[in-house]
């Protein structure tokens, strides 16, 4: 079956970075786009770009460029997702989900904290 | 961007009531998406298309609407239907989700 597995939890410090994952299994990695979608706590969805693995092409939110940096490691069937220079509006869930939105991570929460 | 509102942003529904929840587009859009999200778990895709209901979702759901107006509906509300819908569009870019529809059970 189709699945997406995230990495764990993350707990990082005001301008710091993190790099979170996303291993895909049960489908050919690089025949569909993945997404990545930011959730504050108590709020709502919001889309910030996509990879094709298939070319490693990206398309970003423009709220999200120089914040966000997508890549994939075909070998392994795993795309990330960098977020650089974090505050506190950070802090959130990040889902991956693959083309169409049908199938969905688990969630990686990132904390940003002192 | 295209802008989705919700509305309302909260409800609540008695068990077999109906339920209608609406998303409007800030302009006119091919597709509406939606989602349903439990506490803390990720979004399920629901319905897509506008209409089409995603694998297990029972048939009590119905989606309908075009170029602006769309809305979500319950036949008869149940116990597990309790969640936040969300709407999202992508036939422009960037895909934009609504803010949600938290539904209470009564």
């Known amino acids: 079956q189709i699945q997406l597995q995230q990495s764990g939890p993350e707990l990082v410090k005001p301008g710091a970075s993190v790099k979170i994952s996303c291993k895909a299994s049960g489908y050919t990695f690089t025949d569909y786009y993945i997404n990545w979608v930011k959730q504050k706590p108590g709020q709502g969805l919001e889309w910030i770009g996509w990879?094709?693995?298939?070319?490693?092409?990206?398309k970003y939110n423009e709220k999200f460029k120089g914040k966000a940096t997508l890549t994939v490691d075909t070998s392994s069937s795993t795309a990330y997702m960098q977020l650089s220079s974090l505050t506190s509006e950070d802090t959130a869930v990040y889902f991956c989900?693959?083309?169409?939105?049908?199938?969905w991570g688990q969630g990686t929460l990132v904390t940003v904290s002192a | 961007q295209i802008v989705l509102t919700q509305s309302p942003a909260i409800m609540s529904a008695s068990p077999g009531e109906k339920v209608t929840m609406t998303c409007s587009a800030s302009s006119s859009v091919s597709y509406m998406h939606w989602y349903q999200q439990k506490s803390g778990t990720s979004p399920k895709r629901w319905i897509y298309d506008t209409s089409k209901l995603a694998s297990g979702v029972p048939a009590r759901f119905s989606g309908s609407g075009s170029g602006t107006s769309y809305s979500l509906t319950i036949s008869s509300m149940e116990a597990e239907d309790a969640a936040t819908y969300y709407c999202q569009q992508w036939s422009s870019n960037p895909p934009t989700f609504g803010a949600g529809t938290k539904l209470e059970l009564k």
């Open positions: 990879i094709y693995p298939g070319s490693g092409n990206t």
């Open positions: 989900a693959r083309k169409g939105f049908a199938y």
